[in-house]
């Protein structure tokens, strides 16, 4: 890898944009980005071109003046806005670079506004620092959570439910389907998960555009998510501290660390859980789609066997996706992210022997990777398809941001079914790269 001072082509989003992805994932929250308006306007679209649905971000706004003499002004004018536009009853606060170069201390500027502003004092607002040059999206993803339960969680009664939190990105779809598997394990009262993008980034058609989109995980249930009887993360071990271990740290719940599940064993080691947590086995239908998830494996293990393939992306999507390519037998000969993480470096390294695990890295990185381990197959976001034309390699899209195929909010590729459906999708991709060959 060559020594960059400039990166090319970044392989990871702003960290702001992390945490609307958790905001929105909350019932009746708004975000709002304290610092330029640009900010705003760029991960809005970001955003909106990924999931094809409309996507409110609010901006304080700051200007030349702010920036000189201090941003607390526009933020409260812009909260008070968002307060009286949309309604909501909570407002997520993520800073931005300029806000957080000026030094404006958002905690101290939201209670102040809350001590000035009546109506303010009936909205939960939660300040989140993520200025994106301390991180990547999802480190704002992180930081976003943590805000959010140190904001909200509150001791009271005990309860008897687990809280399931979602740890990493994945797809409303995919959220979907981890709730599902929950309500068919019978324990549908019993969980609380958060953050719930699976309404919010993916509703219907509707003929009336609700300013704050319906669903989110209840504010009620984050709040008792101090008085559960446990915490499992699903993704999220890769950056150090979470949500799950702050409330076990403050509130004594006891928390487990997963990585996403893609693939057996991952998948596996989900479900080993949640049967420990239900004290009840996997339900048939799941046990039928674990063996059919095999049956893929094997009907494709010739084809697949050995191929030279480069995963990168969201960090946990691409240990995931490496993961499930060793179970396949193939070749996951270069794994990226564009995260600085030591701790994806070890576990990809752990994982596949011999391949070039790269963390902290931009798409000017990769292509060299690719070029040097004359890759067949590439597997991640949208966003490596230069590299797909300059090297004439076929691409997978899987992660986020995909912005140039349809259907991202419905990805699925977490799970025993889930999983299968990526195992046929690599297959039918090196098919058709071997039909054109030929
Ligand atoms: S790099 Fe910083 S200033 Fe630029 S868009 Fe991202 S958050 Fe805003």
Known sequence: MSENYATVNPCSMCMPMGSVMVFKGIEDCM???????????YMRLHLAHHFREPVDIASSALSEKGAVYGGAANLKKGLLNVIQGYG????????TCLAETIGDDVAQIVKEFQ???PRAREVAIIPTSTPSYSGSHEE?????????VRTLAKRGKPNSRFNLVIGSIISPAEVRHLKSMLDDWGCGYDRIIFPDISETFDAPLAADYPKIPEGGTPLADIEDMANSKETVTVG??????????????????????????IGVEQTDRFVGKLEEITGLGL???????????L?????????????????????????????LLCEMGMDPRVIATGSKSPEFVRRGEKMARGS???????????????????????????????????????????????????GASRQMVLGYEGTTGLVDRIANAIVETNELSH
């Open 283 to 293: 339900p048939e239908k799941y046990e039928r789609d674990r063996g059919r998830l």
């Open 140 to 148: 704002g993803y992180n930081e976003a959570l943590k805000a959010v």
């Open 356 to 406: 070039e695990v790269l963390s902290g890295v931009d798409f000017s990185d990769i292509h060299e990777a690719v070029a040097r381990n004359d890759i067949e197959l590439l597997i991640g976001p949208f966003t490596g398809r230069q590299i797909s034309k300059a090297e004439n390699i076929p691409i997978l899209r899987v992660g986020l941001p995909n912005h140039d195929r349809f």
């Open 236 to 261: 999220g071990s890769i950056f150090g501290g979470s949500a799950g271990e702050y409330l076990e740290r403050e509130f004594g719940v006891h928390h487990t660390i997963l990585p996403i599940p």
């Open 295 to 323: 049956d893929a494996i094997v009907d494709c293990h010739k084809l697949v066997a050995g191929v030279r393939t480069a995963v990168y992306g969201d960090a946990e999507m691409a240990l995931g996706v490496a993961k």
């Open 115 to 117: 001590q000035e502003e």
């Open 88 to 95: 909501p009853r909570a407002v997520g606060v993520a800073t």
């Open 31 to 41: 975000p709002i980005f304290h610092g330029s308006q640009g900010c705003s306007t």
